[in-house]
C-alpha cells in the first residue's frame, strides 16, 4: 500500500462516531442529525424526469469531456452567473465536467502537484478550518498543508498576507472555499485580487471551491467568484484559476455525484489528459439531468427561500443562549460554545438525542491555535420543523449547563 495512506488523519464523521461510542440517547426523542451536509430538500421534479427519459445513454460509454450540451450549460450558467464580460468561458477550451467536486478537489492535486521541481517538499495552502478533501489530496500527493487559520478576529476569512515569502515559493496549489465550511464566510474582490496576483508572481494555482455559492441571503447579493474576478482584471484565459462547482447544494442532488471545473485553458488541457486515465467520466443520463439542472434558476431560488425560513426560525431560538451569527452564505452555522466541543457534542447527543459535529474535528492546530476548538458546525439540512426542533432541545441543554 501506499506509505502516504499512514499520513491520513480519521476522517471527522469516524471520529464522531468514536467520541458517541457507548451512548445510549434518550429513545423518546426523535433522532435529528445536524452533523452531516447533506441536503435534504426534494431534487427537483424535472430533473428526475430528464435523467429517466435519457436512461437509454447507459448503454454507451461516456466521454471524459462531457457533451457538448452539458458543457455549453455549465459555461452559460457560470457567465451569467459570474458576469464573465471580458474573457469568455469556452465550454471546449474552460470547461470540464467532474464526478462531484469532492472527487474534483481531490483528483486536481495529484494532478498538478510536482514533487520533482526542487528538493524541498511542495507546500499547498489551505484554510483552517477546511473540508477535509484538501488536506487528504495534499498529502496522498506527496507535499504539506499549509494552514491558514480563520478565526473570528478576521471575519473567518483567510488572510494571504499571512504567508511568509518563503513558503510561496514551494507552493504549486492553493486551496480556497467561500463561502466556506463549515464558517460560511465569503472572501471579498481584495481577497481574490490578492491571490491572483500572488499565483502569477509565484506560478501557483489556485483551486477554489465554491460549492455553496448558491446558498445565500440577499437575493441582489450573490457571493463573488474566483472567475468573476480574474474576468474583472482581464486575466487572459482565466490563467493560474480554476473554479469548482457542484449540483449536490445548489440542485439539492447530492447523490448525482455532478459538478464541473472551469478555468485555465492550458490547465484544463493537461487535467483532461489525467482525467482519462482516472476514469471517471459522467454517464449520459447524469450529464442530460445535469445540463437541465444548470439550465434552470426558479428551483436554486425556491432552495433559497427554504434555507432563509430555517435560518430565521432557529437562529431566533439559539441566539438568546448562544454565541451565534447568521454566515454570509452556506446552510452551516459556526456557534461558539459554553464548554469545549467535544463535551458539547457527547452530553447533547446523550440528554437530547442532536447530533452535531465538533469544531476541532475540522481543523488543525496551526501556530499553538485550533480555530476550531470549543465550536460545533450545525448544518441546517433538515426540514423546517426539525431543524427547529432541534434548535430548541439545543437551547434546552445550554440553558441546563448555564
Avoid at 524541498?120 to 499549509?146: D, H, K, W
Wanted: with cysteine; net charge neutral; proline share 8%.
Amino acid at each position: 500500500m501506499n506509505s502516504r495512506l499512514a499520513s491520513l488523519q480519521p476522517y471527522p464523521f469516524q471520529r464522531l462516531a468514536q467520541l458517541l461510542q457507548g451512548i445510549a440517547p434518550p429513545a423518546d426523542k426523535q433522532p435529528i442529525r445536524l452533523s452531516l451536509g447533506e441536503p435534504q430538500h426534494a431534487a427537483p421534479a424535472f430533473v428526475l424526469e430528464t435523467l429517466q427519459s435519457r436512461l437509454a445513454g447507459l448503454s454507451h460509454y461516456p466521454v471524459t469531456r462531457g457533451s457538448a450540451e452539458l458543457r455549453q450549460a455549465i459555461a452559460n450558467w457560470a457567465t451569467r452567473r459570474f458576469q464573465l464580460n471580458k474573457i469568455a468561458l469556452d465550454p471546449e477550451r474552460h470547461v470540464l465536467p467532474v464526478s462531484g467536486t469532492r472527487e474534483a478537489l481531490f483528483s486536481i492535486a495529484q494532478a498538478a502537484i510536482d514533487r520533482r521541481v526542487n528538493s524541498q517538499c511542495p507546500s499547498v495552502v489551505m484554510p483552517n478550518p477546511f473540508y477535509q478533501i484538501y488536506e487528504g489530496a495534499t498529502l496522498l500527493a506527496g507535499a504539506r498543508p499549509y494552514f491558514l487559520n480563520a478565526g473570528e478576529d478576521n471575519g473567518f476569512r483567510t488572510d494571504f498576507a499571512d504567508v511568509p515569502d518563503e513558503i510561496w515559493t514551494k507552493v504549486p496549489l492553493v486551496y480556497i472555499c467561500s463561502p466556506g465550511n463549515p464558517t460560511g464566510a465569503v472572501l471579498r474582490r481584495d481577497d481574490f485580487a490578492r491571490l491572483i496576483g500572488l499565483a502569477h508572481k509565484h506560478d501557483f494555482l489556485i483551486a477554489s471551491d465554491e460549492c455553496y455559492s448558491e446558498i445565500y441571503f440577499d437575493e441582489d447579493k450573490p457571493p463573488l467568484g474566483l472567475l468573476q474576478v480574474a474576468d474583472e482584471l482581464g486575466i487572459e484565459d482565466y490563467q493560474h484559476c480554476m473554479a469548482f462547482h457542484s449540483l449536490s447544494k445548489r440542485s439539492s442532488l447530492p447523490g448525482l455525484r455532478s459538478g464541473f471545473v472551469a478555468g485555465d485553458g492550458a490547465v484544463m488541457e493537461h487535467y483532461h489528459q489525467y482525467r482519462t486515465y482516472h476514469g471517471c467520466a459522467l454517464p449520459p443520463p447524469t450529464q442530460a439531468a445535469s445540463a437541465a439542472a444548470w439550465n434552470d434558476e426558479a428551483h436554486v431560488r425556491a432552495n433559497r427561500d427554504q434555507y432563509r425560513a430555517k435560518f430565521d426560525a432557529v437562529l431566533k431560538i439559539l441566539k438568546p443562549v448562544l454565541d451565534v451569527d447568521k454566515p454570509e452564505a452556506g446552510f452551516y452555522l459556526w456557534p461558539k460554545l459554553p464548554r469545549d466541543d467535544e463535551t458539547f457534542t457527547r452530553e447533547l447527543y446523550a440528554r437530547e438525542n442532536v447530533l452535531v459535529l465538533p469544531g476541532s474535528y475540522l481543523s488543525r492546530e496551526f501556530e499553538g491555535v485550533n480555530p476550531g476548538q470549543n465550536r460545533a458546525r450545525l448544518a441546517l439540512v433538515a426540514p423546517l420543523a426539525e431543524c427547529t426542533e432541534a434548535a430548541q432541545r439545543i437551547r434546552n441543554y445550554v440553558e441546563s449547563i448555564k
